[in-house]
Nanobody, 124 residues
């Protein structure tokens, strides 16, 4: 069973930075398209970023473009989300997800494996 474990969340002030990590085990990480989804209290889930299995294609939601960067290291079975210039509206639980089917996408229905989430809180 593929396992995904997020880390790196925490409390940060407005304008600060955090780097989230997602470690994947019991699977062939280098074959998975990966993504980050967040959910803020009382709001719908938002697909924030995705990256293809090779790292050659990346996609970012408009709300984070220019501030967040998604990357991966297939030698470490780990994906990252570098978050800069954080805003209070970035406060959410961030989940990583893996997909072993289809092209890289920002549609949740294609992602079969999910982590437990890590809390990011941006204080003003």
């Amino acid at each position: 069973q593929v396992q995904l474990v997020e880390s790196g969340g925490g409390l940060v002030q407005v304008g600060g930075s955090l780097r989230l990590s997602c470690a994947v085990s019991d699977g062939i990480f280098s074959t998975y398209n990966m993504g980050w989804v967040r959910q803020a209290p009382g709001k719908e889930r938002e697909f924030v970023a995705s990256i293809s299995w090779s790292g050659g294609s990346t996609y970012l939601a408009g709300s984070v473009k220019g501030r967040f960067t998604i990357s991966r290291d297939n030698t470490k079975n780990t994906m990252y989300l570098q978050m800069n210039s954080l805003k209070p509206e970035d406060t959410a639980v961030y989940y990583c997800a893996a997909s072993d089917r289809g092209p890289v996408t920002m549609q949740e229905r294609f992602y079969d494996y999910w982590g437990q989430g890590t809390q990011v809180t941006v204080s003003s």
